[in-house]
């Protein structure tokens, strides 16, 4: 059973930047697939980048596309989102997401995912 706990969240002004970090534990890193969703008030939950098990390929949503980064340390089983140039359309719950696999691929959908963080609230004032 994976864990995920996400932290680096909070409040930021528009214009501003955030790293969010996920560290995984009870299964071995380098065997899952990450993603970040978010959801948003009365939205449904939306992907916003993935990356696969070795951390070669990355994907974004075009919401986020030039402006968040989708990176992972095997050494620290830990998975982060640099976002920059936040603004208030980017608040919401933000999750960590992993899902097992024994390619190269990513995903962008929530069903493919097994395991999910609690979320962090990115909330970016205007």
């Known amino acids: 059973q994976v864990q995920l706990v996400e932290s680096g969240g909070g409040l930021v002004q528009a214009g501003g930047s955030l790293r969010l970090s996920c560290v995984a534990s009870?299964?071995?890193?380098?065997?899952?697939?990450m993603g970040w969703f978010r959801q948003a008030p009365g939205k449904e939950r939306e992907f916003v980048a993935a990356?696969?098990?070795?951390?070669?390929?990355?994907y974004y949503a075009e919401s986020v596309k030039d402006r968040f980064t989708i990176s992972r340390d095997m050494a620290k089983n830990t998975v982060f989102l640099q976002m920059n140039s936040l603004s208030p359309e980017d608040t919401a719950i933000y999750y960590c997401?992993?899902?097992?696999?024994?390619?190269?691929?990513?995903?962008?959908?929530?069903?493919?995912?097994?395991?999910w963080g609690q979320g962090t609230q990115v909330t970016v004032s205007s």
């Open positions: 990356i696969n098990r070795s951390g070669t390929s990355t």
């Open positions: 997401t992993a899902t097992f696999t024994t390619t190269g691929a990513f995903y962008t959908t929530p069903y493919e995912y097994a395991y």
């Open positions: 009870g299964g071995t890193f380098s065997n899952y697939a």
